[in-house]
Structures are given as structure tokens and as C-alpha cells.
């Protein structure tokens, strides 16, 4: 027999990301078997403990190591304690991000079976899609008199047509296959070149996609309303910084960051595309064990869909809605990074 075995990268990282991935890899190895396929993973130690031992976050060929994986599972980048956060995270996550042009983060928001939001609202099944390579996070900039009192600090934001229209082109595609509403998120009435542009942009494609419902909010507008009226949206999208902020928000409505999903999808192929937690390292918390596995199973899932392996993701998703449905893992450290992942393995 000929059983498809997919090569991942399995990049733990720093803090709790090295108890999540290694909870998640347990269940999707699960979820793989009896859907016959194999999963073979290859470790990575990259992080800031790397970084303290060699003065670099990945060796120099890390990116052409990674290139050879079907996919990549990272779990969390930075220890501010010792490596600052503009080191660690511009030489580990954003370079895989920016060199495999995974333009397109996918973040669902929704509450799982059991777990309670802060809002009044509980229906609501959110997909946030996120510009990922350019736009304000572009990394284009510089300081001139450094440290004196005329010292000046330039960030650029890049808005390219073709970043633009790749993503807002990605986001009606989703809409599509969903229930065809598209919120884009702007900010036009201030910032008058980028933001008329991703309008623009918005607009011209709309006529390719008559069958989605667009509408253009501001994001300080969206943000309200991600609060007050969840249940109205179905896609949102959202260039690099506005969709990393409107996606916290998402995370907070869906009862918190132990749940919160992530994948940066390369939607063109030619390179892997990279799964993980919205949540971070975590340092407060890191030696505990009471992190909770659940976002990264969640982007586990989204993986496995990914690889075409559709089945598989259900099994995993339907596990972790029976464990949250069984108020296993719904409410922050009240159960153990292993008691919930043995609920999940068992579920399965
Ligand atoms: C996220 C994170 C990262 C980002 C940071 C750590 C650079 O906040 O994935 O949302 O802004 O992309
Ligand atoms: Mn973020």
C-alpha cells in the first residue's frame, strides 16, 4: 500500500510554544492514522535559547531547510527577558512569513461547544483574513540622530496592487465558499493614499465577485463593532496591522487566546505554509503547565486541511468541541496543558 506521509517542520520555539506543539503533534498523529495518511516530523530548535548559543535565531540556511517541508507547525517566538522582541520575531517568524509568501493569515473566530465569550452574543462564526507581508509591517524604514533631540523615526507602510489585490482576492474567494459577506476594512476618511487605494482595489474586484456582499467599514468603526455585532459578519479583511489588532479582539471574543487559531497560508503552493497560535510564548505563565493546547490543535486542524486531508481536520475539530463541550479546557488554568490533551487524544 502507498500511504501519503507529509513532512513537517516542527519549530516548538520559546515558552509554552514548545508544550503546545508538542500536545498538538500527539493529537494530529492521532487524527492521521485511521484517516491513512502518515505524518513525519522533523524538530527544529530555533529560538531565543538558539539565538543565546549562536548569535542568530535559525542558522543562515534555515529558510532553504524549511522550503523542503509540506508544512511548518510553530508553536511561539520570544523571551523578551533575554533576546528583545524586534530581534527574535524579525529573525525567525517574519522572515518564514515574508520569504514563503504566506500573504494570507487565516484566523477564525467562533466560540467552541461549552466555551463562554464575554459577550452577549454567541453565535457568531467570524473569519478573519489578514495581510501578511507588506503594508505597515513592511519593515521599510530607518532613525537618523539616533539618541540626540533631533532624532527622527520613519516607518513606511507599502501598499503594492499586487499584495493588494492578492489578498482582498483570497478574502472574496473565502467569502465565497462561506456565506458570501465581506466585510474590508479601511481607513480612508485619514489615510488618504493607502487606504483610498485598498478601496479602490476593494471595489475594482467586487465586479469579478457579484455574488458576494462587500462592505467597507473603518477599522476603528469595526473594532465596535466585532463587539456589538459579531453575529452580522462572516470574512473580514484587513491589511498587516489592522488585522493583527482586530484578530486579538477576535481572540478576546472567543473567550481568549488559548483559543485562537492561526495559519499563514502561501495559497499559490510553491512553498510551505506555516500554522500557529495567535498566543505567544507566554512567560508568565511557561513553567506552569496549565497553558492551554488548544489554539495550536485548532491551527493543527487547519493544517491538516491545508494538506487536503479534510477528514482528518473534522476528526480533529470535532474532538476539541467534544473536550470543550465537557468543559475540559474552557476556563483559563483551571485544567493542565496534559489533562487536556489527554481528553483530546481520547476524543479522537
Ligand atoms: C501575531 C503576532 C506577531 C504579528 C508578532 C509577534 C510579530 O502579534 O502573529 O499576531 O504581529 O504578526
Ligand atoms: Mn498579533
Known sequence: MNMTTYKVALIPGDGIGRDMVAAAWLVLQKAAGPHGFGLEGADFP????????????????????????DAILLGAVGWPAEVPDSVSLHGLLLPIRKSFVQYANIRPHRLLAGVEGPLKATAFDILCIRENTEGEYSGAGGRIHQGTADEVAVETSIFTRKGVERILRFAFEQARGRRKKLASVTKSNAQKYSMVFWDDVTKQLSAEYPDVEVTSYHIDAMAARMVMAPEMLDVVVASNLFGDILTDLGAAIQGGLGFAASANINPERNAPSMFEPVHGSAPDIAHLGIANPIATVWSGAMMLEHLGEKDAAAAVMKAIETVTASGIGTVPGKHKTDTITAALLAAL
Open 46 to 69: 530555533w529560538s531565543c535559547a538558539f539565538y543565546k548559543e549562536t548569535g542568530a535565531m535559525m542558522p543562515a540556511d534555515g529558510i532553504e531547510t524549511l522550503r523542503g517541508f
